[in-house]
Structure formats: C-alpha cells, structure tokens
C-alpha cells in the first residue's frame, strides 16, 4: 500500500489567493482528519470525516478554511484567502473505523508558506 | 472532553541515558492510547499503542509506556537512548470502542546529544 498520499509536498503562494491541499487516505480506510502543525500551537486536529461525512469541523480556524470529502479516496482543505499566518504544515491521516485500536496513519504532509 | 497534557515540552540527554516522558489524560471512561514519533523532516508515526491486556505496552525501537489508570497516566520509556532517537513525541488518546477522535498531546520535542 502507498499510504497516505498528499499534493502538494511544498506550496508557496501570496497572501490573498486561494490554496488547495489534496489528501488520498489508505484504500479501506473510512475516517480522514487533518491537522495543521505549526511551532507556536503543536499540532491541531482541524476536521475529521466518517464515511465522507464531515463528523467535527470546530478546528477549523475561520471561515477562510474549509474541506470536503466528495468520496472515500479523495478529500480536499481550501483556504480561501491564504494568510501569512496559515503557514504551517498540514497533515492528512486516515484511519480504519470499527477498530478498536484506531491507529492513524499520516501522510508527509504539505508544508504552506503564504508570504 | 477529553484532553491529553505532556508535561515536557523538550528534553536533552546524552546517548545511553534513560528516557521517560509524561503523558497524562482526562477522560473517564475506556480509553485507546497512542505514542506518535515524528523524527526530522518526517511524518508522524505509530510508535505503540494501548488498547486493552498488559498495561506495559512493548513498541518499536526499544520503546515502551506504561498505563496505569489510577493516575490517568501513559508515560513512554526507554532504557538507554541513541542520538537517533532525536525527534518529537506525541501521546494521543480516543474514547474506548473506536471513538472518533484522537486527542493528540502537544508534543514532547526530545534532543539526543552523541
């Protein structure tokens, strides 16, 4: 299996435009999160989905974020306008529900610098 | 809610130095509990787990945490560490029965000096 895989690995945009971050959990998998991970806060747990259907978005920061999971291998985060302070590095992680020991497995994650 | 605190936000030691980093949990019921390691420039990574049976819980590399659920605690050890073992360490836990969501800790940043 190829694990989690995430587009892009490194994204550099101005402050204003819209990013998108891709995330492809593991084949079998039915529950998605993503994190942000910065120096200052650690790593924030932002949105998690069940079988494609968004379960907690109170990480979610703002209104400028927001994430969809249109089917059980794809799911996106926008942000929309990027900030200077979005720059982090966002992780997506899939586990396999109706496991007790629920492990995640991550993805590289994608590291955002908004200048 | 469920909350995890790790009560060392970084450590140093020399090689062959003993390790043991705090992890403590709030939640009543039945709890899973993870170790996460996240070496340089890297992705998180299961490090080991607890779920149920022996509360010594044996992982990779050497490593091993212990539940004791009187004091709502999972702290991860190893006996002699290397520089390799450099990296950060996040303990997370779920509700019992495949909860949802995995509360992770802020992270234990573990420096190895050769």
Known sequence: ???????PRHEVTEMGQEVTLRCKPISGHNSLFWYRQTMMRGLELLIYFNNNVPIDDSGMPEDRFSAKMPNASFSTLKIQPSEPRDSAVYFCASSSMGSYTDTQYFGPGTRLTVL | AQSVSQHNHH???SEAASLEL??????????????????PGQHLQLLLKYFSGDPLVKGIKGFEA?????KFSFNLRKPSVQWSDTAEYFCAVNAGT?????IFGAGT???VKA
């Open chain 2, 22 to 39: 705090g992890c403590n949990y709030s939640y009543g019921g039945t709890v899973n509990l993870f170790w996460y390691v996240q070496y």
């Open chain 1, 1 to 7: 299996d190829a694990g989690v895989i995430q587009s």
């Open chain 2, 109 to 111: 940043r573990l420096f």
């Open chain 2, 66 to 70: 212990e539940f004791i659920k009187s």
């Open chain 2, 11 to 13: 450590v140093i030691l």
């Open chain 2, 98 to 102: 495949g909860g949802f969501k995995t």
